[in-house]
């Protein structure tokens, strides 16, 4: 078993078990945690797909920023342990376990299959590039060839930045009286 | 009896099964969490699987366009996640609780 191997199965099972202790803890907090640990193992996976640049910016964007700001909110809360903290109704909640136990069942599928298959075909890895020349390819295709959507996602953020401190500034907020 | 080679070959079908995985576990979480917070990180949560199949196409064709793609889910993440929290915020105030349920009222 070699190295690149083991990396694989430890980050899929770290990030597995990360994600489904963010599903399953009741206290947000100990949720918040586990999805840092799940960003960090992501960008992890990244680096192992030769993605050197996404994973730095997984790194700054989820695993800083974003969970600074669900930290800060679950601050303002200040919230215990919930008493109710998964959905009730027997029936809906058999509804709702049943169409996760499809997804579940298309992937026990995909892995049987895959299993029974035998081998998946040779993997066609492409020569490990250094992280400059990958960075360097990934900023030309980003400037040149996608260049209106990168400017339109600079408008995008403007508007969600206006609009979010104007939510949370108006009295009530949503809720204002009239 | 099935032969161990999947588990000493990683394959593109591998992240592909990964990502699945942290799909479903994304999709339950938003189903069945009562708590808004909750219901957002599970958001993340599948978007992230999404971002491992992008960078996983990417990787194995040998094309960057994944990866730019990742760009624009990684800001579309963000956002949602400010404006959602933003959301919850004036939700707390009117109802001192974060519950899903008190969503209702916003209608009308």
Known sequence: ?178 | MPSTSFLTDISINHYLILSAILFSIGMAGVLLRRNIIVLFMSIELMLNAVNISFVTFSHYFDKVDGQVMVFFVMTIAAAEAAVGLALAVSIFKRFKEVNIRFFEHLKG
Do not use: C
């Not at chain 1, 990244?46 to 997984?58: D, E, K, P, S, W």
């Open chain 1, 1 to 178: 078993m070699t190295a690149d191997v083991f990396i694989f199965w430890f980050l899929a099972i770290l990030t597995i078990v990360s994600a489904l202790s963010v599903v399953l803890m009741t206290n947000p907090i100990y949720s918040a945690l586990s999805l840092a640990m799940t960003m960090v193992s992501v960008a992890a996976i990244f680096v192992t797909l030769q993605a050197y640049f996404l994973a730095g910016v997984q790194l700054i964007v989820y695993a800083g920023a974003v969970m600074v700001l669900f930290v800060m909110v679950l601050m303002l809360f200040d919230l215990k342990n919930e008493l109710q903290a998964f959905s009730r109704g027997k029936f809906t909640g058999a509804i709702k376990v049943g169409a996760v136990g499809i997804l579940a069942g298309l992937i026990v599928g995909a892995v049987g299959s895959f299993i029974m298959a035998g081998k998946s075909g040779a993997p066609v890895t492409p020569e490990a590039s250094t992280s400059a020349d990958a960075t360097k390819a990934l900023s030309e295709h980003l400037f040149f060839n996608h260049v209106f959507g990168f400017e339109a996602l600079g408008v995008l953020l403007l508007v969600i930045a206006v609009g979010t401190v104007a939510l949370s500034r108006s009295k009530g907020g949503t809720h204002a009286k009239h």
